[in-house]
């Protein structure tokens, strides 16, 4: 590390003002600042001081991320193979969805990144780091077969019209990762229904493991099949029974297999398991409210035991633990309600901004068979009310202050 610091120093004084690259500086700071810690300190005493900055936070965010990450991954091979009934190992099941994943990824931190990189050149700013974690939720909460030039223009749209025009990292209202996939849904919905995931991007051929009729080797370009939640909003069925889930094979899928991930769905939602790990980190680190993620879930299994005892047909009727291992409700709990910059900041004000985010998701699920999920719907609605959520915690604070000194100064009197 030292001779890379070295290295950096050697070339910094190019970048600075007067230096032949000086325009290129908030490209070379952002590099900098990535892979240091600043050495810069405030010189009045009102600040307090950390090792730990922003950029540090992010990286912690991203590696909270991970195991959601490589099990969701796995799983794109897994429900591959799943349609096709071939097994052709860990190893290149796991190869299968990070040759899916990965140019999703490439090309949403290319874009972000290069849009980011411009406005702080254009501003003459240093380069925020939030896109460090938005990178990498954007691909996670797309379906594996959405066209890169989709997942180019929605990040585009997201960055430039979510975060840039509100002034950058920090002063963004709306969660821009959501952003880009709202945007996708309402654009593009023949692409985002909503209820559909794609679990094979290619034939098997090139794994070694082609599907077999007659005895001739066959390769598929695609298979498409319905989430857990989409079988629950297209069947008929009077009540509820664990038996309208079903695999792409039409086998059966436990309440298990739902927690661990084995299911069909974007590559970041899948494993419930995963995410309470990554929550775990968030906990543990102190960079994610556990608040504001178990008054979700409170949120959540709150509405759906209220709406329980009025079933009117299987959707009404599902238990809270499947509502909580399904969709996007683990992973937008945990990592997308979460996000400082577009959640309520006040103690209490956690408490009622994931209370209402997890009844906002049940309703939508519930009662629009339109679109079955409803997370994404539900912290971005919340996300415009999270300061007036902070306005009112803190006026009703004053309030009592103020009405405690009046008894106090009365008493004296």
């Known amino acids: 590390m030292k001779a890379l610091r070295n290295y950096i120093d050697k070339l910094k004084p190019h970048f600075e003002k007067g230096g032949k690259l000086e325009k290129f500086h908030s490209v070379f700071d952002g590099f900098e600042t990535f892979l240091f810690v600043p050495n810069l300190t ?11 900055d922003s950029k540090r936070t992010m990286i912690i965010v991203v590696l909270a991320l991970v195991p959601a990450l490589l099990f969701g991954m796995y799983n794109v091979g897994y429900q591959h193979n799943l349609a096709i009934g071939a097994d052709p190992g860990f190893w290149e099941t796991f190869l299968f969805g990070l040759v899916a994943f990965l140019p999703q990824l490439i090309v949403s931190y290319a874009v972000g990144l290069g849009i980011e990189f411009v406005a702080a050149q254009i501003k003459s700013e240093e380069i925020a780091e939030g896109f460090l974690v938005s990178g990498i939720l954007i691909p996670m909460i797309m379906p594996i077969d959405t066209p890169l030039w989709m997942i180019a223009v929605s990040t585009a749209f997201a960055v430039i019209f979510a975060k840039e025009v509100f002034g950058g990292t920090g002063y ?3 969660n821009v990762a959501l952003v880009a996939r709202a945007f996708l849904f309402f654009a593009y919905p023949s692409h985002m229904s909503g209820d559909n995931v794609f679990v094979r991007t290619a034939g098997a051929f090139w794994m070694g493991n082609p599907q077999m009729v ?4 066959q ?4 298979y498409s099949g319905a989430t857990m939640l989409g079988q629950l909003a297209i069947t008929d069925a009077p009540a509820f029974s664990p038996s309208i889930f079903s695999s792409i094979n039409e086998g059966t899928v436990s309440i298990m297999d739902m927690f661990l991930g084995f299911i069909p769905g974007s590559v970041g939602e899948v494993s419930t398991l995963a995410i309470l790990i990554g929550a775990l980190i968030l906990i543990v680190t102190g960079v994610g409210s556990w608040k504001t993620m178990l008054s979700v879930f409170i949120g959540g299994g709150a509405t759906v035991l209220l709406i329980n005892q009025f079933a009117a047909n299987a959707v009404m009727g599902m238990p809270p633990l ?5 969709g996007g409700f683990a992973f937008g709990a945990v990592f997308m309600a979460t996000d400082p910059v577009t959640s309520s900041r006040t103690e209490k004000g956690k408490w009622i901004y994931g209370f209402l985010i997890g009844a906002l998701a049940i309703a939508i699920r519930v009662f629009n068979p339109g679109y079955p999920e409803g ?3 539900a912290i971005l609605f919340m996300n415009a009310f999270a300061p007036l959520i902070d306005f009112y915690v803190v ?3 004053i309030k009592k202050r103020l009405k405690r000194k009046a008894i106090t100064n009365h008493e004296r009197v």
């Open 219 to 222: 390769t598929v370009d695609g």
């Open 214 to 217: 007659d005895g001739i080797a």
């Open 322 to 326: 499947y509502h909580f291992v399904l």
């Open 42 to 52: 405030s010189r009045s005493g009102v600040h307090m001081h950390d090792a730990r």
């Open 172 to 174: 963004n209202i709306f």
């Open 395 to 397: 006026d009703g604070n």
């Open 375 to 377: 997370m994404m719907l």
